[in-house]
Antibody, heavy 120, light 111 residues
Framework: QVQLQESGPGLVKPSETLSLMCTVS?????????WGWIRQPPGKGLEWVGH???????FYNPSLRGRVTISADTSKNQFSLKVNSASDADTAVYFC?????????????WGQGTLVTVSS | QSVLTQPPSVSGAPGQTVIISCAGS?????????VHWYRQLPGTAPKPLIY???NRASGVPDRFSGSKSGTSASLAITGLQAEDEADYYC???????????FGGGTKLTVL
């Protein structure tokens, strides 16, 4: 059964870049599926951030206005998230996910999530 | 504010049936895009519940069922159990916003 694990700093300063990594186990990121990120501000609902296909094709939430980059390292079976110019609005639990390859993916596997706080 | 509207909370007694609605529009649920449902227990990651409008995810009991009609979708839970207390989210795609979108979530309380 596929397992996903997020890693990265739990504290980021405002205006700096938020960076997270997701390590995938027991499944190859080359083997179909989208690989992406969903975030959840404390006490609030879910927000789709974006996802990537192993070929490099990416899809991003337009509301994040070009601040987001998702990339994949197939040799390490990992994918990553970068959010530029972080602000307190980016404070959230970030989940890495696996999704079906459709316009509206069903996210069938989730990491446990990691809290990132944007604060000076 | 999400384009998919869910009631903030619903409740029911053990054994009863509850229905959680997810109201959308002609640019999301009202199109050909599927609706998916997730359940999130406190302090944990969401887990898939229903995918493709009506299909139960692996291991989900048949007490849970999904449906879609027009611009709305619903999640029905029959034979309510204490362990069903959780937050429930619907998800679809909005073609006007070109984004995957979630409902605001519904907190289910078992009385």
């Amino acid at each position: 059964q596929v397992q996903l694990q997020e890693s990265g700093p739990g504290l980021v300063k405002p205006s700096e870049t938020l960076s997270l990594m997701c390590t995938v186990s027991d499944y190859s990121v080359n083997n179909g599926y989208y690989w992406g990120w969903i975030r959840q501000p404390p006490g609030k609902g879910l927000e789709w951030v974006g996802h990537i296909f192993y070929s490099g094709t990416t899809f991003y939430n337009p509301s994040l206005r070009g601040r987001v980059t998702i990339s994949a390292d197939t040799s390490k079976n990992q994918f990553s998230l970068k959010v530029n110019s972080a602000s307190d609005a980016d404070t959230a639990v970030y989940f890495c996910v696996r999704g079906t390859v459709t316009t509206n993916p069903s996210f069938d596997s989730w990491g446990q999530g990691t809290l990132v706080t944007v604060s000076s | 504010q999400s384009v998919l509207t869910q009631p903030p909370s619903v409740s029911g007694a053990p054994g009863q049936t509850v229905i959680i609605s997810c109201a959308g529009s002609s640019s999301n649920i009202g199109t050909h895009y599927y609706v998916h449902w997730y359940r999130q227990l406190p302090g944990t990651a969401p887990k898939p519940l229903i995918y493709g409008n009506t299909n139960r995810a692996s291991g989900v009991p048949d007490r849970f069922s999904g449906s879609k009609s027009g611009t709305s979708a619903s999640l029905a839970i029959t034979g309510l159990q204490a362990e069903d207390e959780a937050d429930y989210y619907c998800q679809s795609y909005d073609s006007s916003l070109t984004t995957v979108t979630f409902g605001g979530g519904t907190k289910l309380t078992v009385l």
